[in-house]
């Protein structure tokens, strides 16, 4: 069996690439055409993770730097649809907790808060409007 010898490795010295080549790389892989492996095959790029890193700086999604679960998803409608159902789930949770935080305060200050700080709106309204 034939070994590889140290020099048979041969170290190329780094290429430099313009951002708009950069950019046209992470639009052809956020399209979802091609996959790193073929992007790299096909521009001769010799970096493992230089697509990824290209896609984290310029790419119109979120990659994660470790727990990566892969590419995102190919329709950028659904992918914002998901970002956008897990703020509305975090929104709701929030909801819950104000809600909670009234009802307390509501119990230990034995008064409806909110009523009085609508009381104490409506009032600066008037003010506002009879001093224009």
């Not at 091609?34 to 790419?59: E, F, I, M, P, T």
């Not at 979120?62 to 679960?69: G, L």
């Not at 892969?70 to 809600?99: N, S, V």
């Amino acid at each position: 069996m034939r070994q590889k010898s140290s020099q048979a490795k041969k170290a190329f010295p780094p290429r430099k690439f313009s951002d708009a080549f950069k950019k046209q790389v992470v639009r052809e892989f956020e399209k979802g055409y091609l996959n790193k492996d073929q992007l790299r095959s096909k521009y001769g790029l010799r970096g493992n993770s230089a697509v990824l890193n290209w896609c984290r700086k310029y790419g119109k999604f979120v990659y994660a730097k470790n727990d990566s679960i892969g590419r995102p998803m190919k329709d950028p409608q659904k992918q914002r649809i998901k970002e956008l159902e897990e703020k509305l789930r975090k929104a709701e949770e929030k909801i819950k907790i104000y809600d909670k935080l009234i009802e307390v305060t509501n119990r230990e200050l034995k008064e409806d808060v909110i009523k009085k700080i609508e009381a104490k709106l409506q009032k600066s309204l008037l003010v506002k409007g009879k001093s224009k």
